[in-house]
């Protein structure tokens, strides 16, 4: 079973900074996927940032330049480093890890951390 636990939301004024951690756990081959999606009130869950296993990065065009994923594979964790932070990256943010094996997508999600940017 994987599990993912996220930590470092809170409260925090507009352009001031967070920092997500995540921490996976379980059976995750070397090879995945991990990222970040966040999901505001009254909308869709959306993708902020993912990274590949060998540090490769996409990151939405809303966040690019004041948000940071990075990865430490050998600790299984992914954190996003929130700079510049708007109210209107208000949002749960989720944690994500996913990877293929033998055709099939395993996907998995964790619990979310609540970010509230507000003055």
């Known amino acids: 079973q994987v599990q993912l636990v996220e930590s470092g939301g809170g409260l925090v004024q507009p352009g001031g900074s967070l920092r997500l951690s995540c921490a996976a756990s379980g059976r995750i081959p070397s090879i995945n996927d991990m990222g970040w999606y966040r999901q505001a009130p009254g909308k869709e869950r959306e993708l902020v940032a993912t990274?590949?296993?060998?540090?490769?990065?996409n990151y939405a065009a809303s966040v690019k330049g004041r948000f940071t994923i990075s990865r430490d594979n050998a600790k299984n964790t992914v954190e996003l480093q929130m700079n510049s932070l708007k109210p209107e990256d208000t949002a749960v943010y989720y944690c994500?890890?996913?990877?293929?094996?033998?055709?099939?997508?395993?996907?998995?999600w964790g619990r979310g951390t609540q970010v509230t940017v507000s003055s």
């Open positions: 990274i590949t296993s060998s540090s490769s990065t």
């Open positions: 994500n890890t996913n990877w293929v094996m033998t055709s099939v997508k395993y996907i998995y």
